[in-house]
């Protein structure tokens, strides 16, 4: 099995994934994942409220 480093882009923690998964695997934690569909939907009531 083949590994791979992967950075988080909500907490900047590093984590490690199989290979295979590399494209699936963006957040190491739950916890990231949702803080960003957290900040998806402030970002999308934002741009509904603006238009």
Known sequence: MEYVRKTCPICGSEFVVLKKV???????????????????KREEASSFMSA
């Open 22 to 40: 590399e494209e699936k695997a963006i957040y190491c934690t739950l916890e990231c994942l949702s803080a960003a569909q957290r900040r998806v």
